[in-house]
């Protein structure tokens, strides 16, 4: 009796993750053949890079904020909270601001999202050595930081959002919008490798994860390294992020819904929960814009519902106290 419950756990977790992957599987599908017009050789070349983007930002999304989730031990909080977001806006705007929207436009897409790219990393890297160091400063602080850097780099963009050309402004605030419609299939290479390495790096130590969400004693207890363990999960949250954000834009409360999904259908496990999530991003991102941009041609809204159905989930959450 006793080796009934791990069993049965087991085939259940198989089961929802054996479903997801039909699902996904399924709207990949959909994806690529509803309202097909024309021969296979206009159609795959058009839509399979946009395919493989939306899996990427997706898959990168979901594993990113379970990870943080695990560190900072509260389900209701997502990399976002950092500044990441802030950030990407704030530099946007300061390219738009020195630049010019026709100028920024020409510049090598290789080389912007580089050099996105580099600075929400490099921005991680400085606040995760200066605040996780041998001081012994803990999460709490480092995620109260980021939130106080979060601010000022909306201040920061908002004042030169002020002083903008309107023509600047408008074609800035096509660039502060996630959008599914304009990924640049160059870059799915390099986002494609970066997220993929990270994410196998994180399947591989899903036990280790599973310890650390104990808590820092016990983890520290049985083994852990907590403060470099930390500080790697850190860093490569900020890898995950800041390739999707560069590649699509700002998804806030995207991987706080798909997270919460997981936990709901496979439980707290890291392995299951980290597929689990991957999965129903899938579904949810690539679904909707088939459903969206095929069947409503309202293909550039899917980022404005993702963050509208978020926002409510996180607003469910926040008030039902759900937190670890």
Known sequence: ?????????????????????????????????????????????????????????AVAVAFSTVVFQTVTRNRILTPAIMGFDSLYVAIQTALVFVFGSRVLATLDADWRF???????VGFSVVLFRWLLSEHGRGIHLLVLTGVVFGMLFRSLASMLQRVLDPNEFSALQDLLFAS???????????????????????????RTLDV???????????????????????????????????LVGP????????????????????????????????????????????????GGVLGVVIEFVGGIAFIVLLMRGIHR
Not at 196 to 202: F, K, M, R, T
Not at 219 to 224: C, D, R, W
Not at 266 to 273: I, K, N, T
Not at 281 to 297: S, T
Request: charged letters at 10%.
């Open 212 to 246: 650390l969400s104990l808590g820092r004693d016990a983890a520290v207890g049985l083994g852990v390294p907590h403060a470099r363990l930390v500080t790697r999960l850190l860093f490569v949250v900020a890898v995950l992020v800041s390739a999707s954000t560069a």
């Open 251 to 298: 998804i806030a409360f995207f991987g706080l819904l798909v997270a919460n999904l997981a936990y709901l259908a496979v439980g707290h496990r890291h392995r299951p929960a980290l597929v689990a999530s991957a999965l129903i991003a899938v579904v949810a991102v690539v679904g909707g814009q088939a459903v969206l941009e095929h069947a409503l041609k309202l």
């Open 1 to 57: 009796m006793a080796d009934a419950a791990p069993d049965r756990s087991a085939r259940r977790e198989t089961i929802v993750l054996a479903g997801l992957a039909a699902a996904a599987l399924a709207c990949a599908v959909l994806y690529m053949t509803i309202g097909v017009r024309g021969g296979w050789a206009f159609v795959l070349p058009f839509r399979a890079p946009k395919l493989a983007g939306m899996v990427v930002v």
């Open 180 to 206: 599914f419609n304009t990924i640049d299939a160059g870059l799915l290479g390099v986002t494609g490798l970066a997220s993929g390495v990270c994410c196998a790096w994180l399947l591989s130590i899903h």
């Open 114 to 120: 580089i050099g996105e790219t580099s600075a929400m």
